[in-house]
């Protein structure tokens, strides 16, 4: 079945460091990848997505290259702010889930300034 | 817009009683998803709705969960009776389109169950 795995969290950085959440999947087809997050007190929301191999999700500073290859999908950013405080979700969704998403365990992100 | 609206947001009961969870989904959504995420782990799916029709609800375990979106607007999650490991927090989201077309999914702000 299909399944995402996540680093395992807390991450603490300083403002300004450069940040990578690593995120591997299992799928059987060609699934699409998420990578979602939830501020303290709010809903989960989509910050990007991809939808084939090598294509590459970026918003608010934060990339993810979707790696077929290495079956990866990591989080990056290169100067994370204080406000990046919260925490991160990688999913998958693909027809053998009716496309519904299948969500990683989560990484909670703490910057201190 | 007007967000993926849920209630209540916490609920405390004993175990062995029923609860039931509300979702509003945001207009004009065809695709309703309800989610269980228990502590320290990410939301895990329960069943999904197109319009009033179930997609799926492999995940939901039938013998004390219900779920039923009548007229393909709202929906309503049960637990009869409830038990200890039901504590977490249950997520509702909708999507403009259905399966296949990877419409971001919106999600409500949860009700926290506490089962005692």
């Known amino acids: 079945g299909n399944s995402v795995t996540q680093m395992e969290g807390p991450v603490t950085l300083s403002e300004e460091a450069f940040l990578t959440i690593n995120c591997t999947y299992t799928a059987t087809g060609y699934p699409s990848l998420f990578w979602y997050v939830q501020y303290p007190g709010e809903g989960l929301q989509l910050l990007l997505k991809a939808t084939k191999a090598d294509d590459k999700g970026s918003n608010k500073g934060f990339e993810a290259t979707y790696r077929k290859e290495t079956t990866s999908f990591h989080l990056e950013k290169g100067s994370v702010q204080v406000s990046d405080s919260a925490v991160y979700f990688c999913?998958?969704?693909?027809?053998?889930?009716?496309?519904?998403?299948?969500f990683g365990k989560g990484t909670s992100l703490l910057v201190t300034p | 817009e007007a967000g993926v609206a849920q209630s209540p947001r916490y609920k405390i009961i004993e175990k062995r009683q029923s609860v039931a969870f509300w979702c509003n989904p945001i207009?004009?959504?065809?695709?309703l998803y309800w989610y269980q995420q228990i502590l320290g782990q990410g939301p895990k799916l329960l069943i999904q709705f197109q319009n009033n029709g179930v997609v799926d609800d492999s995940q939901l375990p039938k013998d004390r969960f219900s779920a039923e979106r009548l007229k393909g607007v709202d929906s309503t999650l049960k637990i009869q009776p409830a038990k200890l490991e039901d504590s977490a927090v249950y997520l509702c989201?909708?999507?403009?389109?259905?399966?296949?077309?990877?419409?971001?999914?919106?999600f409500g702000n949860g009700t926290r169950l506490t089962v005692t």
């Open positions: 207009s004009g959504h065809a695709t």
């Open positions: 999913a998958l969704s693909d027809t053998n889930s009716g496309y519904a998403l299948n």
């Open positions: 989201a909708s999507s403009l389109g259905g399966p296949g077309d990877n419409s971001p999914l919106h």
